[in-house]
């Protein structure tokens, strides 16, 4: 396997990371924020 293979491996699985990252990350930011209306 080249070493070009071998990084566009690399950088795949780290933007999988950041994407998981950035979404708990949002997840983390949203916690406290209530959706609904006043009714509920």
């Known amino acids: ?3 070009d293979a ?3 491996i ?3 699985g ?3 990371q950041l ?3 950035n979404t708990i990350a ?3 930011a ?3 924020v209530v959706a ?3 009714e509920d």
């Open 36 to 38: 609904g209306n006043a």
């Open 26 to 28: 949002s997840n983390l």
């Open 6 to 8: 071998l990084l566009k």
């Open 1 to 3: 396997m080249s070493a």
């Open 14 to 16: 780290l933007n999988a």
């Open 30 to 32: 949203n916690a406290p």
């Open 19 to 21: 994407a998981r990252m």
């Open 10 to 12: 690399a950088g795949s």
